[in-house]
């Protein structure tokens, strides 16, 4: 029963699910927590924890995965899986976890466990471009070449930000596709569109990135709780707005963005957050400092879905 509950906590970030059936799962796992101390159930339900907060408070699911990746007794598949949760995290967070000690603790699992290769070498990619290594992902990503069974979403993906962060763009948007019909076939859709809008804006084109992003939009209005992935995209879109001419939208989207990101102990991943400092720097030129703090208030106070999104009245 309290694995049951667990596992229904840890669903696809990309489903919309059942608010008051998670509540009694979440209540189930937490009771169970406090009576077991057998490692591969409280594994599980710390999973299942992690998963469930990691659409609210991305900080504190990171604190539960590092609590099951140190769990002694456990599987190393489990603690590979909970690693790599932490790693994936980072896209929302921008929150990178201690690279060179979770490098070597993947690199002891796979010594004794070489199976768990095909998932260590995405994790090596994702970590690197955590850190905006762009050299070191297209490096390690080409080294997965030989490797039978590889996971290639997390490869597609990081390949795809290294070649935006480094500015070969025909190239990023070869490798993009590929993200886009690997993250299909898992039923991953929500990064792809907010790699292209980065794509688009480096490319100059803030209408294709706005429209790149209304995928991304749809999705949290019809589920406010994914707060972290709500930051990014009120960023992306005031970016957007700005190297469009709409500074004073661009200030009330950065103001939502920044007061999240904030409140949830959380930034922008390492490709998003240079164009950002620079479109908010822009931004502030353009109104003066008194007229962005007043609209980035109003932005602050305002819920996602009441921000100016509608991609109709954008450029």
């Known amino acids: ?23 009694v ?8 927590l406090a009576v077991t101390d057998d490692p591969a159930l409280r594994s599980i339900l710390l999973r299942g924890l992690a998963e469930h907060h990691g659409m609210s408070d991305p900080c ?31 896209w929302d967070t921008g929150r990178v976890v201690n690279e060179a000690a979770t490098l070597r603790q993947i690199e002891e699992i796979v010594d ?29 990503v080409a080294g997965a070449a030989g490797v039978d069974g590889v996971d290639e979403y997390p490869l597609a993906y990081s390949s795809t930000e290294a070649l935006i962060g480094l500015g070969r763009y025909p190239e990023a948007e070869t490798s993009l596709a590929r993200s886009e019909m690997v993250g299909a076939k898992r039923e991953v859709t929500l990064y792809t569109p907010i790699t292209r809008a980065s794509l688009s804006l480096a490319l100059g084109d ?15 209005r019809r589920d406010p709780r994914r707060l ?3 930051a990014r995209v009120s960023s992306m879109l005031a970016v957007a707005n700005q190297v469009g001419g709409l500074a004073e939208t ?12 904030e409140r949830l102990g959380i930034t922008l991943c390492a490709l998003e957050r240079p164009a950002a400092h620079r479109a908010i720097e822009d931004c502030r030129a353009v109104l003066g400092h008194e007229r962005f703090d007043e609209l980035a208030a109003s932005g602050a106070a305002t819920k996602f879905v009441d921000l100016p999104l509608d991609v109709a009245n954008h450029p």
Do not use: C, Y
């Open 60 to 90: 504190a699911s990171d604190d539960l995965l590092r609590a099951v990746a140190e769990i002694e007794g456990a599987s190393p598949a489990s603690t590979l899986s909970a690693i790599a949760n932490r790693v994936f995290n980072s």
């Open 206 to 220: 803030p209408s294709e990135a706005v429209a790149a992003l209304s995928p991304a939009v749809d999705f949290i």
């Open 1 to 23: 029963m309290l694995k049951a509950a667990a596992l229904a906590l840890i669903t696809d970030h990309e489903h919309v699910v059942d608010l008051e059936f998670q509540a």
């Open 228 to 230: 972290g992935i709500a």
């Open 250 to 261: 661009a200030a009330v989207l950065f103001g939502h963005s920044v007061a999240e990101q």
């Open 25 to 32: 799962a979440v209540a189930r796992v937490e009771r169970g």
């Open 112 to 140: 004794t466990n070489p199976s768990l290769l095909v998932t260590a070498v995405g994790l090596h990619a994702v970590i690197e471009a955590s850190g905006g290594r762009w050299d070191e992902v297209l490096r390690v």
